[in-house]
């Protein structure tokens, strides 16, 4: 790992920090709730990411099935919220 | 694992800073725009270009430490673009109904469907 593509990655990962945090300041602000699940589900997906780049950081295929564990469960919360949202209840 | 030229480490530079920056004017939109249909839009961004630039950024780095073609990265691609439209559809049904029942100004329901 030279030191010009470790720095690349952590560029990158404060990238998604600062996007994270935009998207928090949306979360906590509203001003309804169909925004609060849109800023959770891009948290979720910018989480993913930055797991996915620190597997290149650190030249390891375990982040891999992390992020995948963390997108499947992003879209299942996403989709309940969703769900109750429209109908008030998950299942019906 | 071996180290890998100097070009994979300069594309897959590019393509990790370009995945950061696509996310961080997304993330802008979502905080910027006014009004929530407008507001769908911009983490699309994240979640196609994104997503594709990181796992090919993975497949290229991998492929050239290990020697061999490592596409399993790509199944978080395959994942993410099945479900994503789905929440998406869901989450603007749900906001359309909501706003409706507020009285806002919204279209109306199409014919006789039960939304």
């Known amino acids: ?92 | 694992m071996s180290a890998v030229p100097q070009w994979v480490e300069i594309a897959v530079s590019a393509l990790l800073l370009m995945s950061g920056g696509l996310s961080l004017v997304a993330a802008l939109g979502l905080a910027r725009l006014e009004d929530f249909f407008q507001r769908m839009h911009p983490p699309a961004l994240a979640y196609t270009w994104g997503t594709w630039c990181v796992a090919l950024a993975s497949i290229v780095y991998f492929s050239a430490s290990e020697g061999r073609l490592t596409l399993h990265v790509w199944a978080i691609v395959v994942l993410l673009s099945i479900t994503m439209p789905v929440t998406t559809i869901l989450l603007a049904r749900a906001a359309l109904f909501r706003q409706r029942q507020r009285g806002e100004n919204v279209p109306p329901p199409l014919g006789n469907e039960t939304d």
């Open chain 1, 1 to 92: 790992m030279s030191s010009f593509l470790s720095l690349a990655t952590y560029v990158t990962i404060g990238c998604y920090a600062a996007a994270m945090a935009l998207a928090l300041w949306r979360l906590l602000r509203g001003p309804s709730a169909q925004d609060r699940v849109l800023a959770l589900d891009f948290i979720y997906v910018n989480g993913m990411l930055v797991v996915l780049v620190l597997g290149i950081r650190y030249a390891s295929m375990m982040y891999f099935e992390a992020a995948l564990l963390i997108a499947l469960f992003g879209f299942v919360g996403s989709t309940a919220l969703a769900k109750f949202l429209l109908r008030g209840e998950v299942i019906e």
